[in-house]
């Protein structure tokens, strides 16, 4: 079988992938992989929530909606230069993305000019930048790229069937208008979105068809297993098989065969060995550090225990279009990666 990149995938195509035999599926989704990367590195972003909770949007997943009572503690805003120290700690440790999210349905024009301090902070440390912040209108897209944002995330998270039955507050075409902003304002696209959320087969493949089918693939594919959060209304749904988890990473691998795929929440609750299978189905960054956006994710340590055991190291940044940083920090991810596993 040969797999162009393309943006016309039927239904019926990505079906006949996702149901192939597990072992036919991975040894294709794997050759793709090797024809566009070093199938041993793996990129690594560190999350930081710099404004949590009391989200007016209804997310039937999240710890952050002000619909739900999970006991979570709100916080507003945080200041840039508090957001800087947390970005310098990260690339200390290793990182070479920095992704800033808040819990807003859009940003207001209050704090938006403390959100594009953040960028040019970040960006003047020599990492990436990355924001989620919601909606975003055309001027919003333009300023961010003005800033320096290199990645916004915006996930669709579902079919968009489904994803009337977990976000009652936006729409799924709402969700489709800011991805064309951010992506005409020229700043670089990470769209994905959650599995595990009691969605059957057809949702996950109509998922994935519609990721396919955007004008220009997302850079970066989140693909997020469930993390169930105590008083949210998805907290007791059934988990999902983890070869479905791996089939939807090796079918995303092979639609958007140029893309980071990211194996993102979810990873605390698998093993090595299922962390190694997304890998080798096509897996190319996570997030790193003890903290998602409000739930922990593994330890730095063990994650690069983990590289060191399957032979995998941090994908270097490449710093192209970015200036040397004005604020050079003594360590990169493969200086710490070097120092952790000795
Ligand atoms: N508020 C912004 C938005 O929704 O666009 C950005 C932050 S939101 C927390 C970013 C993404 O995190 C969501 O789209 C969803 O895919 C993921 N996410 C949130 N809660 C999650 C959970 N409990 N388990 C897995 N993924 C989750
Ligand atoms: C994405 O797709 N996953 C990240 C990031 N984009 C912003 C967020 C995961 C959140 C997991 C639940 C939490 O920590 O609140
Ligand atoms: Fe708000 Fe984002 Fe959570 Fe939805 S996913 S409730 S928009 S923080």
Redesign the pocket.
């Known amino acids: 079988m040969q797999f162009a990149k393309r943006h016309d995938w039927s239904f019926e195509e990505v079906q006949a992938l996702y149901e192939l035999p597990f072992n036919d599926l991975l040894f294709h989704a794997q050759s793709v992989h090797r024809e566009h990367f070093d199938p041993n590195a793996v990129q690594v972003s560190t999350l930081l929530?710099i404004k949590t909770g009391a989200?007016p949007?209804d997310?039937k997943?999240?710890?952050?909606s002000g619909h739900y009572n999970t006991e979570l503690e709100k916080e507003k805003l945080m200041q840039v230069e508090k957001v800087l120290e947390e970005a310098r700690a990260a690339k200390q440790n290793g990182a070479s993305r920095f992704c800033m999210?808040?819990?807003?349905?859009h940003p207001s024009a209050k704090d938006f000019p403390h959100v594009l301090d953040m960028v040019k902070g970040v960006r003047a440390l020599g990492m990436e930048t990355c924001m989620?912040?919601?909606?975003l209108n055309n001027e919003q897209s333009q300023a961010l790229a003005e800033a320096g944002l290199d990645y916004y995330?915006?996930?669709i998270?579902t079919s968009r069937d489904y994803y009337k039955t977990i976000i009652t507050t936006r729409t799924f075409e709402g969700?489709l208008d800011t991805l064309a902003n951010v992506r005409d304002a020229g700043i670089k696209v990470c769209c994905?979105?959650?599995v595990?959320m009691g969605e059957n087969k057809k949702d996950r493949i109509n998922f994935l068809v519609e990721l396919a089918s955007l004008p220009q693939h997302p850079e970066s594919v989140?693909i997020?297993?469930?993390?169930?959060?105590k008083g949210?209304p998805?907290e007791n749904v059934d988990d999902l098989d983890e070869f479905d988890f791996i089939r939807m990473i090796a079918v995303a691998r092979i639609l958007m065969p140029a893309s980071h795929v990211r194996l993102?929440?979810?990873r605390e609750e698998m093993n090595d060995q299922m962390q190694a299978l997304c890998f080798f189905a096509g897996a190319n960054s996570i997030f790193y550090g003890d903290k998602?956006?409000?739930?922990s994710n593994p330890l730095e340590n063990d994650d690069m225990l983990l590289f060191k055991r399957l032979g995998i190291h941090p994908e270097e940044l490449e710093l192209d279009d970015h200036e040397a940083p004005h604020d050079p920090l003594p360590q990169s991810a493969s200086a710490f990666y070097d120092a952790s596993v000795q």
């Not at 997943?61 to 952050?64: A, I």
């Not at 989620?132 to 909606?135: E, I």
């Open positions: 929530s989200c949007e997310c997943y999240c710890s952050q999210g808040a819990a807003w349905k989620t912040l919601g909606a995330n915006h996930n998270d969700r994905g979105g959650i595990g989140p997020n297993n469930l993390v169930k959060i949210t998805l993102s929440a979810g998602l956006l409000t739930t």
